[in-house]
């Protein structure tokens, strides 16, 4: 049995299952070839980022790490909705924000359409629509073939995992709706809804822009990476996902000043977290990876 296993190739083993993880998340996310093709060039300096840790190695912690981001993906569109159903059924909201947004002069983003065509419509509406997920998981994706534990887990908790419950309390206690519905215009989304009660639970979580949170944080990140592609699509992109909310009309431009700060301090926060855990890592967990860094570049040079 020994000598079956070591006769295995479990690096390719280990590349086709993730390649198969990273399949199965774009399916999920009803990707469409535009966002293979996003990632593909995202992907493409890659290896100046990648640190010195072995494939079979980093496979150990970081299938299962993805694993579970791509369960949790998977499920928690579902959870959040229930989340957003909870609130708008129970929730009295003490501060509506509608009318003083509303009232103050140039908040309603209306100058972000002061050039507008239908093509330009439609790339709007595409990178606000994937915007949510897609930059996210971009970042996660080409942190995972960096062979870094940290940056995936520094994504994960900047974006949706610390953003989620940290701004609840926002969308708990204030009510302010997307900017078409306020000022009586059509949904540039285009969006149908079942009933009411569906339109009204779409709308009314504006403060701060979460789109522009979870996009922002991503691009902060981003910027700390060596390669220069990555950097300047990520900075593109995730500027294009933060105009495409005032240029479809659903955030003011409050919202998206609000949504930036959020990201900073979330971004700060997961710092903050990923440092204080990394010193309550045991030595021997530490060792594992310092001690076959050694002997991995030893044999290279013997190589």
Request: glycine residues 6%; aromatic residues 18%.
């Amino acid at each position: 049995m020994n000598k079956w296993i070591k006769g295995q190739d479990w690096t390719m083993y280990g590349i086709i299952l993730s390649i198969f993880l990273v399949w199965r998340i774009g399916v999920v996310g009803g990707w469409t070839s535009s966002c293979w093709v996003l990632l593909l060039v995202c992907l493409l300096g890659v290896r100046k980022d990648q640190i010195d840790v072995e494939w079979k190695r980093f496979f150990i912690f970081g299938i299962p790490l993805l694993g579970i981001f791509y369960y949790f993906y998977g499920t928690g569109n579902g959870f959040w909705w229930d989340i957003a159903n909870w609130m708008f059924e129970n929730n009295k909201h003490p501060w509506n924000w509608d009318s003083m947004m509303n009232s103050i002069p140039f908040n309603d983003g209306a100058w972000a359409r002061a050039i507008h065509f239908n093509r330009l419509d439609k790339l709007m509406v595409w990178i606000y629509n994937y915007g949510f997920v897609l930059s996210l998981w971009i970042c996660i994706v080409r942190s995972y073939w960096t062979r870094s534990i940290k940056k995936m887990l520094s994504y994960a908790l900047s974006g949706h995992l610390l953003q989620f419950p940290l701004i609840l309390p926002f969308y708990n206690l204030i009510l302010l709706r997307e900017v078409w519905w306020v000022k009586h215009q059509p949904d540039l989304l285009g969006r149908s809804f079942a009933t009411e009660n569906d339109l009204l639970v779409n709308v009314m979580n504006c403060f701060p822009s979460m789109h522009t949170s979870i996009s922002f944080a991503m691009l902060l990140l981003a910027l700390r990476e060596k390669d220069r592609i990555f950097k300047y699509m990520m900075v593109i992109y995730c500027a294009s996902i933060i105009f495409s909310t005032m240029y479809l009309q659903i955030h003011w431009v409050l919202d998206v000043i609000a949504g930036m700060l959020f990201a900073y301090g979330t971004v700060k926060l997961a710092d903050l977290l990923i440092n204080l855990c990394s010193k309550l890592l045991p030595a021997r967990f530490k060792s594992f990876y310092e001690q076959k860094k050694k002997r991995f570049s030893s044999d290279s040079v013997a190589a």
